[in-house]
């Protein structure tokens, strides 16, 4: 039987974290997607990404002592509840190492963290045709937020919103 453990990622994983970015996005149809290189992981996670601290955290799932799954994630805000979340950026367990309980320890650690700091939700998103992940969601009590859509803007966008003249 498989040891499956988590940790919390420490700055040595950063090529792991890199890899399994991209390994997420090529699961994600979106291969060529990531723009991320392992400096800013190295500064967002480590550094002073906010210019105040990390502005991201992960957890590393392993099974037998070999990394094989990551939880990407970052504390947010509830106006309405007046506490803390977290939001869930990535999960990822590589194909070949699914089916041990890794999906499920990764996301078990997310929530001991969650409790610890207070947060009142845990937030995520799944493309609508990823509906392997849903069911799994769903067998964890969580649920399809409806009503609302995600909204974006990205970098001329925010440029231009930054600098209007």
């Known amino acids: 039987m498989a040891t499956v453990t988590v940790r919390a990622a420490v700055e040595a994983d950063v090529p792991f974290l890199l890899r399994m970015i991209k390994e997420l996005a090529a699961y994600e149809r979106e291969p060529d997607a990531v723009e991320s290189t392992e400096e800013s992981l190295r500064h967002h ?11 991201a955290e992960a957890l590393v799932g392993e099974i037998d002592g070999v990394p094989q799954g990551v939880a990407i994630y970052f504390m947010n805000f509830s106006t309405w509840s007046g506490a803390p979340g977290l939001y869930l950026e990535d999960l990822f367990v590589r194909p070949e190492a699914r089916r041990h309980g890794l999906g499920r320890r990764l996301l078990s650690g997310l929530a001991k963290i969650a409790t610890e700091r207070g947060c009142k939700r845990m937030e995520w998103a799944v493309l609508d045709w990823n509906t392997p992940a849903q069911d799994f969601y769903k067998t964890l009590g969580a649920f399809e937020m409806t009503g609302w859509h995600v909204w974006r803007m990205v970098g001329p966008s925010i440029a231009k919103l930054a600098n209007p003249e």
């Open 45 to 55: 996670f480590f550094g002073r990404g906010y210019g105040r601290g990390p502005c």
